[in-house]
């Protein structure tokens, strides 16, 4: 018997059970033979406080030290400059207001400085620009074996090549993963794109998550580009970013799809490509490789986070869209105070995160109080 079984062992899953094996006995359940296979494993690993709506940038902001600080440091400086067209003024306009107040060295950047940051810019179409200089590379699979690391040190127990076929609720949870069966007492559903899946075994209502692929590619370039900031349209119509040697660029596309392991779309990345050379010298005619993942958002676009309003023993912690990485740090201790304590660590209820603003029964049910963990 566990306290918390824990369904998903992609970057979710892994930050709560690295934070809640210290209060308690868990159980990681991963259907893949390998953790972080889908999303996790396809990110951008950009960290930045410039992106997301609502809640995310606080998130992001008390999870940096995790990043920087301590004998491990997961972040290498990456600056990240948004740039506009004439025509997109208004749109960096608002982009300034919405973040400038919470990361107060975001720099405007005037035409006449854009090429000298990133010099293959073409600054006939790209007229003006936002710097964030303290974004950062991530390293996610530094990040993701940190809270391995722990999670075991700490007694947890992680089982891969495990997919959940059956949840029984009686006065604990029964599930059936592979060859385990596990019984708990509180259930975390940390599935990702499969998170309304995981309900439904369960019998619990479904959210309405909506997962989106989102096509990347990897190309060469004439030029190093090391030394280059991220750069990302103020629209979010594309972005590159230098990796090693190489540009990593997308057209930033959200496109429906069911819960899968997603594929590359030759149109996506073609597009991605036009939209790049339409605003660089760079002059992209082919890809070394291409990949894509699931980002999945809630019907709000904010991470569902709290036991379910119909049952208090079923935790959500999906929908984490394109921040997972960034903000797991935040998430897993978040998710270890709202099942252990029932209330959100003091330092991130200092920056404004509330329970509330997370709260999955803000879609279908009445706030329900959460139980201890143990």
Same mark, same amino acid.
């Given at each position: 018997?566990? +306290?918390?079984?824990?369904?998903?062992?992609?970057?979710?899953?892994?930050?709560?059970?690295?934070?809640?094996?210290?209060?308690?006995?868990?159980?990681?359940?991963?259907?893949?033979?390998?953790?972080? =296979?889908?999303?996790?494993?396809?990110?951008?690993?950009? =960290?930045?406080?410039?992106?997301?709506? #609502?809640?995310?940038?606080?998130?992001?902001?008390?999870?940096?030290?995790?990043?920087?600080?301590?004998?491990?440091?997961?972040?290498?400086?990456?600056?990240?400059?948004?740039?506009?067209?004439?025509? &997109?003024?208004?749109?960096? /306009?608002?982009?300034? %207001?919405? =973040?400038?107040?919470?990361?107060?060295?975001?720099?405007?950047?005037?035409?006449?400085?854009?090429?000298?940051?990133?010099?293959?810019?073409?600054?006939?179409?790209?007229?003006?620009?936002?710097?964030?200089?303290? /974004?950062? @590379?991530?390293?996610?699979?530094?990040?993701?074996?940190?809270?391995?690391?722990? %999670?075991?040190?700490?007694?947890? +127990?992680?089982?891969?090549? /495990?997919?959940?076929?059956?949840?029984?609720?009686?006065?604990?949870?029964?599930?059936?993963?592979?060859? &385990?069966?596990?019984?708990?007492?509180?259930?975390?559903?940390?599935?990702?794109?499969?998170?309304?899946?995981?309900?439904?075994?369960?019998?619990?209502?479904?959210?309405?998550?909506?997962?989106?692929?989102?096509? %990347?590619?990897?190309?060469?370039?004439?030029?190093?580009?090391?030394?280059?900031?991220?750069?990302?349209?103020?629209?979010?119509?594309?972005?590159?970013?230098?990796?090693?040697?190489?540009?990593?660029?997308?057209?930033?596309?959200?496109?429906?799809?069911?819960?899968?392991?997603?594929?590359?779309?030759?149109?996506?990345? !073609?597009?991605?490509?036009?939209?790049?050379?339409?605003?660089?010298?760079? #002059?992209?005619?082919?890809?070394?490789?291409?990949? !894509?993942?699931?980002?999945?958002?809630?019907?709000?676009?904010?991470?569902?986070?709290?036991?379910?309003?119909? @049952?208090?023993?079923?935790?959500?912690?999906?929908?984490? #869209?394109?921040?997972?990485?960034?903000?797991?740090?935040?998430?897993?201790?978040?998710?270890?105070?709202?099942?252990?304590?029932?209330?959100?660590?003091?330092?991130?209820?200092?920056?404004?995160?509330? /329970?509330?603003?997370?709260?999955?029964?803000?879609?279908?049910?009445?706030?329900?109080?959460?139980?201890? %963990?143990?």
């Amino acid at each position: 018997m566990y +306290d918390v079984a824990i369904i998903g062992g992609g970057i979710a899953g892994l930050s709560a059970a690295a934070n809640l094996a210290p209060l308690g006995s868990v159980a990681l359940l991963e259907a893949e033979p390998i953790l972080g =296979y889908h999303a996790t494993g396809r990110s951008a690993a950009l =960290y930045t406080e410039c992106y997301g709506p #609502g809640v995310i940038p606080r998130l992001t902001m008390a999870s940096r030290s995790f990043f920087t600080e301590g004998a491990e440091v997961f972040g290498t400086p990456r600056g990240v400059m948004f740039v506009g067209t004439r025509s &997109q003024v208004e749109i960096t /306009a608002t982009l300034h %207001a919405q =973040y400038s107040t919470m990361v107060p060295d975001l720099e405007r950047v005037p035409q006449h400085r854009i090429r000298d940051l990133c010099p293959v810019i073409d600054t006939s179409v790209i007229t003006h620009g936002l710097l964030e200089p303290r /974004a950062m @590379d991530l390293d996610v699979a530094g990040i993701e074996q940190a809270f391995r690391k722990k %999670a075991i040190h700490h007694g947890a +127990d992680i089982f891969v090549g /495990a997919p959940v076929t059956s949840i029984r609720r009686a006065a604990t949870w029964g599930l059936h993963a592979g060859e &385990q069966d596990v019984r708990a007492r509180i259930l975390v559903n940390a599935a990702g794109a499969w998170g309304d899946a995981v309900a439904l075994l369960a019998g619990i209502a479904p959210l309405g998550l909506r997962p989106l692929t989102r096509s %990347a590619f990897l190309t060469g370039t004439a030029s190093d580009p090391r030394t280059w900031p991220m750069v990302v349209d103020v629209a979010e119509r594309w972005y590159f970013k230098p990796e090693g040697p190489n540009i990593l660029g997308s057209a930033a596309s959200e496109l429906p799809s069911p819960p899968m392991d997603a594929r590359p779309s030759e149109e996506d990345v !073609a597009l991605g490509i036009e939209r790049i050379n339409t605003v660089t010298s760079l #002059g992209i005619r082919s890809v070394v490789s291409t990949w !894509a993942g699931l980002r999945t958002f809630t019907p709000d676009r904010t991470p569902a986070v709290g036991f379910d309003g119909g @049952d208090p023993t079923f935790f959500w912690l999906v929908g984490q #869209g394109g921040y997972g990485i960034k903000t797991s740090p935040a998430m897993g201790r978040l998710a270890a105070g709202l099942i252990s304590q029932g209330s959100v660590p003091d330092d991130l209820r200092e920056l404004g995160v509330t /329970a509330a603003e997370l709260d999955p029964a803000r879609f279908h049910h009445p706030r329900h109080p959460s139980p201890p %963990a143990r």
